[in-house]
């Protein structure tokens, strides 16, 4: 090992030389003299903080090779085009992995040997193998840098074996090699498990501040597909052309909202692994060119892309731990301007992560829940989200300095006085012994534990069931709040068991006034509109519904028509959502066509401007939210067939759809006002009498539900298909 002691001047000249950039960032210049001066080190770097260029550069000016140990084969290919890029020689810089054939690991080898490569990347499996450590041995290694080093930890949430053994390869380089480890997400936990696996306990460490000024934070409920991606669509036109990320779970999902967004006018793509390379690449291009504005990704993509000026990032679905969020979400505003990062959450959702949760070994397993009860608890909480992050990534934060930057802070929820609560929790935990993880503690107060704990004895506890007149919610609150605050520890090596902290023993002794915001009851908010009925989306104005919902019960009652056939109740949400001030914005809302609009939408109009005029509501047009219309050659068939009186199973064939399936598109034509005339279809398969029946039940019924009918007529020997057939006309004759 050579150590290079270089002053200020002379480090400045060689970042000029190499790279062009005439000063360093943060603490990149205190990083590189550490590793020059041979010692190791310990980089806690968010990304896009300039972590790379604090191995890049020693390994340019010292002897030797560099081994770069990089997680990712797929990505060092990059890493190696991009130090090419800044010298002459392309033996300046290699990678050794299993994708070279003989021949070039030979070449490799030879320019190693030869003194010419000064960065050599490394996976970590390709350094287990017995030549290649032989053949380490036997040239000069500068330094080993650990680029991704929370793969070490199994704390960390991209845990790889191979990792750990890196420790014993480099020992048996049998040379003095100081090692660097980076990595751009580490809890406390993490960093202390690299480092006492890497054994760099002593290492010099340098920690970047995770706070992310520019980032504002939000979570919204997810009630639905379609509200979500309605949601989606609204962000994204209101940042009128800016660059974004929507992160999605699923290939098809990014499908989807790609179409949404694109049918809306927004340049966007999907992009997900099961498309070519060449396509990948493609859309990369496109987006760093402005070609594309939005992309729609699984989470493969972003890795290795740095587009500064991306404004938003929207998770679709909450991702699997908070260090994925922070990543993710940090791909937004690295210029210093502003990023928006919008999340939606669903306890479906987490469910489903859950599930996939399953079919791991039982160690990954409970980890895994423990990442996601991260993710649920940071989505729930009322308090800054800024601080919750930041205490995530062991750094103290007060929410004062959050500048109004995330949803809570913006709209503080309503604070609650809960010192007495607070001391009873503490309390709880200490009767427990420091042996249970909130869940259970929440349990326990409220009076509501599992049989297995009963036999523990639980429920003879002095505070057993001391906290039953509160909520799940507020007891999660005040838990979640005493350890964002540290009055708890969350024991994460000992499964999220709490245990007391000294300020938490003060408190106990001299309590001082601790207030706090209760968390969000997501479930609550979907399940409250859920009960308003099942058809429903989620209106973005509640106060709007209900004054449409009262004007269409005097409507239905002032034409005597039921009031279904007037409006859906689909048609009513989306008008609270886009504010349909004329005719032809009426024409845009889901169900209405320019002939209902025409009959039915005027009342409905004066009461949206008027409250649109008292309320000092923005209306843009640009708001208007268009659905994905891929049905609508099939519609303009079957309108051209019945026209033709060609009878309904033709009609169905030559489109592909089954009789079921005809029955229902017609069914979505007539309800969105347009005239179906299948009178003569049901002269020739209706029962005269069964009509009838069929068509005064829909007169006075509440509902147009096929169902409820049938219910209804059963007795009366009407067949469902009979139902469907006259509802089709009952809703052409009098909704049109
Ligand atoms: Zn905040």
Redesign the pocket.
Known sequence: MEIADLTHQELHQALQTHFGFDHFKDRQENIIQSLLRGKDTFVVMPTGGGKSLCYQLPALIMQGTALIISPLIALMKNQVDAIRGYNDEDSVAHFLNSSLSKTQARKVKEDIRAGKTKLLYVAPETLTKEENIQFFKSVQVSFVAVDEAHCISEWGHDFRPEYRKIREMVEAFEQEVPIIALTATATPKVSSDIKKNLKIEDAKEYTSSFNRENLY?EVRPKKNKDQAIREIVQIVQSMDGESGIVYVQSRKMTEEIAKALKVNGVKASPYHAGLEGKTRSRIQDQFLMEDIDVICATIAFGMGIDKPDVRFVIHYNMPKSIENYYQETGRAGRDGLGGRCVSFYSHADVLKLEKFLRDKPVAERELGAQLLDDVIAYAETGG????YLLHYFGEQFD?EN?E???D??KHPKEKQDVTDDLGLAIRAVLELQENYTIKTLVNFLRGDISQKQVSLGLDKKELYNQGAEHSETYWYSILRQATVHGFLHKEIEEYGKLSVTPKGNSQLQTPEPFEIPINHDFEKMIQENDARGPSKGTALDPTLLNMLEDLLERESKRKELPPFVIFQEASLNDMATQYPTSMSDMERITGVNKGKARRFARPFIDLITEYVEENDIDTPEDFVVKQVANKSKIKVEIIKGTDRKIPLEDIGSANKLNFEELLQEMYMIVLSGTKLNIDYYIEENVDEYAKEEIYDYFLEAETDSIDAAFQELQDDDVTLEEIQLVRIKFLSDLGN
Do not use: L, P, S, V
């Open positions: 934070y800054c989200r800024r601080k929410a959050c109004k930057m995330c809570n802070c």
